[in-house]
């Protein structure tokens, strides 16, 4: 995506590499949420020496970062994709914090590797962790808490995409975060289909840039 915006529009694009993840598992049970916003912010620093304005572009968790750091930094918009509004269990953070003493890690899902995605080739050439450390599911769990209280603080528009077909982060999780920006005049959701969650690699990836695309270009020329 990062390679598509700097051809179409010749913008620096850089791709922030949170801590603790494209290591190791063990790495990213050390991380504590903190460390995922202080990656955020050490990549606009390394933006704000070469660039006039900084648009933040989030993927999942990575959606909810742009929403939460928007209010802390000098950004111009934000751009999030399949990014979730709460997890699915209903066990507070303590609670996923204590389990993760006697558990490492949890499967992704139940179902097959792939399953959810339409675009099988680019699924086997999709890198990830093969499963998500229970510790790490507790400090998504205390960030996503931190973005819910900061989205009234958002002011910068704000352009949503999420799958109808996700169901790793269900649709209803863009409609909250919505509800949910009301100090912000500039708001748009848009929904794709025939894609999962990584709508960024999936099947509708080329739809989900040109859509980043003509949001940032409107907003870089008002």
């Not at 139940?110 to 400090?139: C, M, Q």
Request: glycine share 8%; hydrophobic share 40%.
């Amino acid at each position: 995506m990062g390679e598509y915006l700097n051809r179409e529009l010749g913008f620096t694009c850089l791709g922030v590499r949170l801590t603790g993840h494209a290591t190791r598992p063990k790495d990213m049970v050390r991380s504590r949420w903190t460390d995922w916003t202080a990656s955020v912010e050490d990549g606009y620093n390394l933006l704000c020496g070469a660039v006039d304005h900084v648009y933040l572009v989030g993927l999942s968790m990575g959606g909810a970062l742009s929403l939460l750091m928007s209010t802390k930094l000098d950004v111009k918009a934000i751009v999030t994709m399949s990014a979730p509004y709460e997890l699915p269990s209903e066990h507070p953070a303590w609670q996923i914090k204590l389990l993760s003493y006697f558990r490492a890690y949890m499967p992704k899902t139940r179902e097959a590797p792939g399953t959810g995605w339409f675009d099988l080739e680019a699924f086997k050439g999709h890198v990830s962790y093969p499963l998500n450390p229970i510790r790490s599911a507790a400090e998504l769990e205390v960030m996503l808490g931190k973005m819910r209280t900061a989205l009234s603080k958002v002011t910068v528009p704000v352009y949503m995409i999420h799958s109808k077909d996700d169901t790793y982060v269900v649709p209803e999780n863009m409609e909250r975060i919505y509800a949910g920006l009301v100090n912000t005049s500039d708001k748009t959701k848009v929904y794709v289909t025939g894609s999962g969650h990584v709508v960024t690699r999936d099947a509708a990836r080329h739809q989900v840039f040109e859509l980043a695309r003509d949001f940032i270009r409107r907003i870089d020329e008002t």
